[in-house]
């Protein structure tokens, strides 16, 4: 099936990609496939990975998948070919959910998937300056139609919106402190590569052990902003997507950080025709952080529609 998306087929990862574990695959099959034969939503498909399992272990079953990184939905082509006439692919902001629904005509679905995490061939990618890891340019976009980089972020926008961003969306600690820094050094250099904003980073904040890389919540907060991830995951929660769902099926979402597992948490709670299927938010067993430890922060939130 032709992935609906302006995007170039050639692609680097797809050796890497392939043998890309998704996050927490038992669970989502246990807690969101309860029809054999259902229409699944995969809101965040990306290159694939959870798409396979449920066309792999239910012959019947049918997935939409969307996303609106281009590279990622021609792996999840490839990878998904041998279930040819079972899948659709779209590329597409999972807030436009309705409209692919509406342009393939299906009135219901089976169940809905939101796996919100960022994938390994978009950390592996140089040109994206996802990872702190890896030298690279500062964009950050999961869509190259976004028109804000990280990159713009950090070179214009002002001292209170920089500490905005890091406080709210990366929960910052030296937030006033990294920024006024940024602020000083683009004044001598436009900052553009990923280690000029680490070493920054590093100069701003004490001198200690840390748990976590201190560039880590700085780059979680840049990704968040440009990519309007919070903003797009409220949008989709508040629309329309749930007339889609049939009665008893369900909803799952995959969250990696406190913001967005806050967000899905209290939607779940406050939506009379939803009912939480677990209270308490699922997480990876320990034989999968082992495997994977990229997993080891996954929280997956699940809800069924009683009404």
Not at 97 to 117: R, T
Not at 265 to 287: G, H, I, Q
């Amino acid at each position: 099936m032709k992935v609906m998306c302006e995007a170039d087929s050639k692609n680097v990862w797809l050796e890497e990609e392939i043998v890309h574990i998704p996050v927490m695959v038992k669970e989502v099959m246990e807690y969101l496939c309860v029809s054999r034969d259902g229409v699944y939503l995969d809101c965040t498909v990306g290159t694939g990975g959870h798409a396979y399992n449920i066309l792999s272990n239910f012959p019947n079953a049918m997935v939409i998948g969307i996303d609106w990184d281009e590279e990622a939905l021609n792996i999840a082509e490839k990878r998904l070919h041998k279930f040819q006439g079972r899948y659709y692919l779209r590329c597409e902001n999972y807030t436009n959910a309705e409209k692919v629904l509406d342009i393939l005509n299906i009135e219901y679905i089976d169940g809905i998937l939101l796996d919100l995490g960022v994938s390994k061939h978009q950390l592996s990618d140089v040109t994206r300056g996802f990872s702190f890891q890896r030298e690279g340019n500062l964009d950050m976009r999961m869509s190259k139609k976004l028109d804000i980089t990280a990159e713009h972020i950090l070179n214009t926008y002002t001292l209170k919106e920089l500490v905005n961003i890091f406080n709210i969306y990366g929960e910052e600690r030296y937030a006033l402190r990294i920024s006024k820094n940024i602020c000083r050094e683009r004044e001598k250099y436009r900052i553009s590569k990923v280690s000029q904003l680490v070493n920054i980073i590093l100069s701003s904040v004490p001198r200690k052990k840390y748990r976590i890389h201190p560039a880590t919540r700085v780059f979680q907060a840049l990704r968040i902003a440009v990519n309007n991830e919070l903003e797009n995951l409220k949008i989709f929660l508040t629309s329309n997507i749930f007339k889609r769902l049939k009665v008893n099926r369900r909803i799952a979402i995959i969250s990696f950080h406190s913001l967005e597992d806050r967000i899905v948490k209290n939607f779940f709670r406050d939506l009379e025709f939803l009912e939480v299927v677990s209270k308490k938010p699922l997480t990876p067993s320990a034989e999968e952080v082992r495997n994977n430890p990229s997993a080891r922060s996954a929280k997956l939130r699940v809800a069924e529609k009683v009404q």
